[in-house]
Nanobody
Framework: QVQLVESGGGLVQAGGSLRLSCAAS????????MGWFRQAPASKERLFSA????????YYADSVKGRFTISRDNAKNTVYLQMNSLKPEDTAVYYC????????????????WGQGTQVTVSS
């Protein structure tokens, strides 16, 4: 049974930083592209933020490029999202996504999701 468990969310002031983690189990982690999506308050849509391919290539939405960094540790079955220079508009529930041999993107979502972690950025 595949499980993705996010952690690291919280309340932070604008300009601050947070590091999200997503621990995966029940899959061969190195074979999966991993992504982070976010769903803002009152929005029904999960929007792409960042992704990392099985080989380690990284991709970012324009809204987070230069501020967020995605990385993975295959030995720990974990993907991270380092978020710097946070803005109030980054406030959202952040979800981890896993895609077998593909890389999640704005158009492609994998079949596995975590439960989400709340990030709130105050102004």
């Amino acid at each position: 049974q595949v499980q993705l468990v996010e952690s690291g969310g919280g309340l932070v002031q604008a300009g601050g930083s947070l590091r999200l983690s997503c621990a995966a189990s029940g899959l061969t982690f190195s074979n999966y592209g991993m992504g982070w999506f976010r769903q803002a308050p009152a929005s029904k849509e999960r929007l792409f933020s960042a992704a990392i391919s099985p080989s380690g290539s990284t991709y970012y939405a324009d809204s987070v490029k230069g501020r967020f960094t995605i990385s993975r540790d295959n030995a720990k079955n974990t993907v991270y999202l380092q978020m710097n220079s946070l803005k109030p508009e980054d406030t959202a529930v952040y979800y981890c996504n896993a895609d077998y041999y593909r890389t999640p993107s704005a158009r492609v979502r994998g079949g596995y999701w975590g439960q989400g972690t709340q990030v709130t950025v105050s102004s």
